[in-house]
């Protein structure tokens, strides 16, 4: 798993300048593992995450290539809070067979398994790309990126956003997605015929209605216009369809 950093947080304040900023509900870090995200003030991603509680500090498990970035973000939120961020030497063990003594179940689906945080990396070869496409769950980078509104991604259904936590970073304008209007775009799980690089986009009758992703075993995870997404798309040379 060298593809994640681990940063740690610590101070008296570490947890609740947390809670003013992400997602999801830090008070949940006492169950295990929590999702979330770090957004821009009009609420578009800015990068994902775990968090683990390592006794009274936190551990933030993110994509090694948020990580520098993400570390300067939170340090220009920090102000006057008794909180410090380091970038640690610490890694991530995953799978989806037995859980070793000290992991934590990922809380974004039970197919997922389990994430060890220790000195040795790695993960038991999971196919992991088969396991996303198949719940529709999003990736740094791939999926995820710096448009990409969280609600539009299924962080809802991945248990990666709080409603009633209260104020954080873009706050205002998930809730307004959430509660206001309805979605008219989004990530969705497709019939794939064929194979295109990740990143293709998908038309329908001439027009571009949405982008293909990640893709496994005929099917792959597509961003699309719900109301044009209709009968069979093109995607390069892949054929798409899409039973909403």
């Given at each position: 798993m060298s593809d994640r950093r681990?940063?740690?947080?610590?101070g008296a304040d570490a947890k609740s300048f947390?809670?003013?900023?992400?997602?999801?509900?830090v008070d949940h870090l006492d169950s295990g593992l929590v999702y979330a995200a770090l957004l821009t003030p009009q609420g578009k991603y800015l990068a994902d995450f775990f968090l683990a509680a390592d006794g009274d500090a936190v551990l933030l498990d993110v994509e090694a290539s948020l990580a520098e970035g993400l570390?300067?973000?939170?340090?220009?939120?920090?102000?006057?809070a008794d909180v410090q961020v380091e970038m640690t030497e610490l890694q991530v063990k995953r799978g989806t067979g037995a859980a070793p003594?000290?992991?934590l179940m990922d809380p974004r689906h039970g197919d997922?398994?389990?994430?060890?945080?220790?000195a040795e990396g790695g993960d038991d070869g999971s196919d992991w790309d088969a396991i996303?496409?198949?719940?529709?769950?999003?990736?740094s980078g791939v999926e995820l990126g710096p448009e990409s509104y969280i609600l539009e991604a299924g962080f809802e259904?991945?248990?990666?956003?709080?409603?009633?936590k209260g104020c954080y970073v873009g706050q205002e304008v998930t809730a307004r997605m959430k509660h206001k209007t309805e979605l008219r775009k989004g990530l969705r799980r497709v019939e794939v015929a064929g194979a295109a690089p990740v990143g293709t986009e998908i038309t329908a009758d001439g027009k571009v209605i949405g982008t293909l992703f990640t893709?496994?075993?005929?099917?792959?995870?597509?961003?699309?216009?719900?109301?044009?997404a209709k009968g069979e798309m093109q995607a390069g040379d892949a054929r798409v369809t899409w039973h909403a």
């Open positions: 681990i940063l740690r947080l610590t947390l809670q003013g900023l992400v997602t999801n509900n570390m300067k973000r939170l340090n220009m939120y920090r102000l006057r003594e000290g992991a997922l398994g389990w994430r060890l945080y220790g996303r496409v198949a719940h529709c769950i999003p990736e259904a991945l248990k990666g956003v709080d409603f009633r893709q496994s075993g005929g099917r792959g995870i597509a961003y699309l216009r719900f109301d044009r």
